[in-house]
């Protein structure tokens, strides 16, 4: 009950604010409850039984939407009562006598309930204050004590293992995970034994109790034969060593061909390369049939060097992946600041490659890269950061002598940390038609025009966009000395921008002002000797742009930005993004966010995205 549902005393709330990924933003931290408002005396009083409910003509006003305070108000109240009504309560079994109590009680909160929302109608679209605080109140009580008479063990074994599993597979992060499963093995006997014969309820395991790992080796265990998710990390301050490692994949290898989903992120080389070693031992299950599907080794110390003297571990030498051996079960890979021997590492039909911090000397070949997405036809996710195929023997200044390999499943594409010269040839490799998601991060220190010519046509269905870390490079020298991007420069971007029309959802970052102003320039201004329009009917870029995610940048930029759209473009945006941090730097700044509501739509807002999480906007919209 952490994050209780709780129905407000008043309709049209902005936002959730009891604990979800999206809540609505306000800079204030004080209390803000209209005077029209009533909250309820006492949290500790139950509704009375309304025997007859006359409407107090006086009392009566009309509709108010809550404001975010309010909402945290009344969710604060109902975790109170919460806290009331239980803090007494012993578990264990009732008599006949307080099963009928129970059972009279919640059938008197039914009635009142019932009661409540027929006077609530009788005076819509009015609203009656006491007949809304006492609404409220007889829900909250309703919801926490209406499971005492619910006889939960009498349902099937199959309809409580889901129930256990919406419990434990629901929570927002690993650790209340882990927190949940041991709590039911601690509620009843009954529970224990259901849940300690339920393997799929154990399967995933997060190695992080060191030093004995005594809790990863009982879920291990309690898994038995079902397909494993093992996630193994440390941290800066802590790195794990390869002996922490042998322990671990002691236990691990014997079932890897059990897992399902391993996914590995340290600080140490050695310790990595070491779990490398160890896959290779995969190549001597001939027989036995693997269920592996994702697969993702991390390194997240320095990316591509060693510092001192260089490398002088046991592992020189690059080790193929799984000793060489085809995993065809394999569809997710992840590989960051890992070397491997991409000559002997066979890996296709994937559905998602992410490769990131790969030296180029360490990298795939030019064919080695091209027949990994070449027999991936079903490829959706693709990110490239810092980390491509190499070039060897080729001149990438020149024309490309290659054709790019169609992706016609790719929907998602993130490129990062490129030059202007190898990105163009990297996005030469292939085409995306249908790509509906594209980030791209670090275009700044080179003029990346040709880049923007490469890309304009080729995300005509695009929907999200994400753009961090830009800038125009300023060649053109001005009257008074300062300096400005050249005509054709600015146009470059603009002649890309243009022709993705159907970008709905936008997200930036590290902008400098140069690139974010681009995004308003009129496309009729850009000459037909330049370039052909493929949109001339549009007025503007991006015009069916609705949702903006934005973080290191001023706000005041942002909102002179969003701000021109609404009263110059005519094409205001619908909602605005802030995440945690940004928020915290806007704590107490009541005018700037009053200004963020003011450069949105009418009925915009801005909304607060917690850590980890998207907008539902986004997240549909990258479904397609």
Same mark, same amino acid.
């Given at each position: 009950?952490?994050?209780?549902?709780?129905?407000?005393?008043?309709?049209?709330?902005?936002?959730?604010?009891?604990?979800?990924?999206?809540?609505?933003?306000?800079?204030?931290?004080?209390?803000?409850?209209?005077?029209?408002?009533?909250?309820?005396?006492?949290?500790?009083?139950?509704?009375?039984?309304?025997?007859?409910?006359?409407?107090?003509?006086?009392?009566?006003?009309?509709?108010?939407?809550?404001?975010?305070?309010?909402?945290?108000?009344?969710?604060?109240?109902?975790?109170?009562?919460?806290?009331?009504?239980?803090?007494?309560?012993?578990?264990? !079994?009732? %008599?006949?006598?307080?099963?009928?109590?129970?059972?009279?009680?919640?059938?008197?909160?039914?009635?009142?309930?019932? $009661?409540? @929302?027929?006077?609530?109608?009788?005076? $819509?679209?009015?609203?009656?204050?006491?007949?809304?605080?006492? &609404?409220?109140?007889?829900?909250?009580?309703?919801?926490?004590?209406?499971?005492?008479?619910?006889?939960?063990?009498?349902?099937?074994?199959?309809?409580?293992?889901?129930?256990?599993?919406?419990?434990?597979?629901?929570?927002?992060?690993?650790?209340?995970?882990?927190?949940?499963?041991?709590? /039911? %093995?601690?509620?009843?006997?009954?529970?224990?034994?259901?849940?300690?014969?339920?393997?799929?309820?154990?399967?995933?395991? #997060?190695?992080?109790?060191?030093?004995?790992?005594?809790?990863?080796?009982?879920?291990?265990?309690?898994?038995?034969?079902?397909?494993?998710?093992?996630?193994?990390?440390?941290?800066?301050?802590?790195?794990?060593?390869?002996?922490?490692?042998?322990?671990?994949?002691?236990?691990?290898?014997?079932?890897?061909?059990? =897992?399902?989903?391993?996914? =590995? &992120?340290?600080?140490? #080389?050695?310790?990595?390369?070491?779990?490398?070693?160890?896959?290779?031992?995969?190549?001597?299950?001939?027989?036995?049939?693997?269920?592996?599907?994702?697969?993702?080794?991390?390194?997240?110390?320095?990316?591509?060097?060693?510092?001192?003297?260089?490398?002088?571990?046991?592992?020189?030498?690059?080790?193929?992946?799984?000793?060489?051996? =085809?995993?065809?079960?394999?569809?997710?890979?992840?590989?960051?600041?890992?070397?491997?021997?991409?000559?002997?590492?066979?890996?296709?039909?994937?559905?998602?490659?992410?490769?990131?911090?790969?030296?180029?000397?360490?990298?795939?070949?030019?064919?080695?890269?091209?027949?990994?997405?070449?027999?991936? !036809?079903?490829?959706?996710?693709?990110?490239?950061?810092?980390?491509?195929?190499?070039?060897?023997?080729?001149?990438?200044?020149?024309?490309?002598?290659?054709?790019?390999?169609?992706?016609?499943?790719?929907?998602?594409?993130?490129? $990062?940390?490129?030059?202007?010269?190898?990105?163009?040839?990297?996005?030469?490799?292939?085409?995306?038609?249908?790509? /509906?998601?594209?980030?791209?991060?670090?275009?700044?220190?080179?003029?990346?025009?040709?880049?923007?010519?490469?890309?304009?046509?080729?995300?005509?269905?695009?929907?999200?966009? @994400?753009?961090?870390?830009?800038?125009?490079?300023?060649?053109?020298?001005?009257?008074?000395?300062?300096?400005?991007?050249?005509?054709?420069?600015?146009?470059?971007?603009?002649?890309? /921008?243009?022709?993705?029309?159907?970008?709905?959802?936008?997200?930036?970052?590290? /902008?400098?002002?140069?690139?974010?102003?681009?995004?308003?320039?009129?496309?009729?201004?850009?000459?037909?000797?330049?370039?052909?329009? &493929?949109?001339?009917?549009?007025?503007?870029?991006?015009?069916?742009?609705?949702?903006?995610?934005?973080?290191?940048?001023?706000?005041?930029?942002?909102?002179? #930005?969003?701000?021109?759209?609404?009263?110059?473009?005519?094409?205001?945006?619908?909602?605005?993004?802030?995440?945690?941090? @940004?928020?915290?730097?806007?704590?107490?700044? @009541?005018?700037?966010?009053?200004?963020?509501?003011?450069?949105?739509?009418?009925?915009?807002?801005?909304?607060?995205?917690?850590?980890?999480?998207?907008?539902?906007?986004?997240?549909?919209?990258?479904?397609?």
């Amino acid at each position: 009950m952490d994050n209780m549902d709780v129905d407000t005393p008043a309709e049209g709330t902005t936002g959730d604010a009891s604990g979800q990924p999206v809540e609505a933003f306000s800079a204030s931290t004080t209390s803000n409850i209209l005077p029209a408002t009533t909250t309820p005396a006492s949290v500790a009083t139950t509704p009375p039984f309304p025997q007859a409910i006359a409407p107090n003509a006086g009392s009566l006003r009309d509709p108010t939407k809550l404001t975010p305070n309010q909402i945290q108000h009344y969710v604060a109240i109902a975790h109170r009562r919460l806290t009331q009504i239980i803090k007494d309560w012993v578990p264990g !079994p009732y %008599t006949p006598t307080q099963m009928m109590e129970h059972r009279a009680e919640t059938h008197r909160l039914m009635a009142s309930i019932e $009661a409540f @929302t027929q006077a609530k109608a009788a005076v $819509a679209p009015k609203i009656d204050n006491r007949i809304e605080s006492n &609404l409220f109140m007889a829900r909250i009580d309703y919801r926490i004590t209406f499971a005492r008479i619910f006889r939960f063990h009498e349902l099937p074994t199959e309809i409580i293992c889901n129930i256990f599993h919406l419990v434990v597979w629901s929570t927002p992060d690993a650790k209340l995970s882990i927190k949940a499963r041991l709590y /039911l %093995t601690w509620t009843c006997n009954t529970w224990r034994k259901i849940a300690l014969e339920d393997p799929t309820l154990w399967n995933v395991i #997060w190695w992080q109790d060191r030093p004995y790992f005594m809790r990863s080796r009982e879920f291990l265990s309690r898994s038995a034969d079902a397909p494993k998710d093992i996630r193994i990390n440390d941290s800066p301050d802590d790195p794990m060593s390869i002996d922490t490692m042998r322990v671990i994949l002691g236990q691990v290898m014997p079932r890897i061909h059990r =897992v399902r989903i391993f996914i =590995v &992120l340290l600080q140490e #080389w050695d310790t990595l390369l070491y779990i490398v070693d160890q896959l290779r031992a995969l190549k001597l299950l001939t027989e036995t049939p693997m269920c592996l599907e994702r697969l993702e080794l991390h390194r997240m110390g320095v990316p591509y060097i060693q510092l001192g003297n260089g490398y002088t571990g046991p592992y020189g030498e690059a080790m193929p992946l799984f000793g060489g051996k =085809v995993i065809s079960t394999l569809r997710n890979v992840s590989l960051s600041g890992v070397h491997v021997d991409w000559s002997r590492t066979f890996l296709s039909n994937l559905v998602v490659l992410d490769l990131r911090k790969i030296a180029l000397n360490r990298a795939p070949s030019f064919n080695q890269f091209r027949e990994m997405i070449g027999t991936s !036809p079903n490829l959706t996710k693709l990110i490239l950061d810092g980390a491509g195929p190499t070039y060897t023997g080729r001149d990438i200044t020149k024309p490309f002598d290659f054709k790019p390999i169609p992706l016609p499943n790719l929907k998602s594409l993130a490129l $990062a940390d490129f030059s202007v010269t190898y990105v163009v040839y990297l996005f030469s490799q292939f085409s995306a038609p249908n790509l /509906l998601d594209f980030t791209i991060l670090n275009l700044q220190g080179d003029d990346y025009s040709p880049f923007f010519h490469l890309m304009a046509g080729k995300m005509q269905d695009l929907r999200v966009l @994400t753009v961090f870390n830009a800038d125009l490079q300023e060649k053109e020298i001005l009257p008074d000395g300062k300096r400005q991007a050249d005509y054709a420069t600015r146009f470059a971007l603009v002649r890309w /921008l243009e022709s993705m029309p159907n970008i709905n959802f936008l997200r930036f970052g590290s /902008l400098a002002s140069n690139f974010l102003d681009t995004f308003h320039t009129d496309p009729a201004l850009m000459k037909p000797e330049f370039a052909k329009r &493929l949109y001339p009917r549009n007025p503007i870029l991006l015009p069916n742009l609705k949702y903006l995610e934005w973080q290191r940048m001023s706000a005041m930029t942002v909102v002179k #930005w969003a701000k021109h759209r609404k009263d110059v473009l005519h094409a205001p945006l619908e909602k605005m993004y802030i995440n945690d941090r @940004t928020a915290a730097d806007l704590a107490g700044e @009541t005018q700037i966010h009053q200004a963020m509501k003011e450069c949105l739509a009418p009925d915009g807002n801005v909304f607060l995205l917690r850590a980890g999480h998207k907008a539902p906007e986004e997240t549909a919209l990258q479904r397609g």
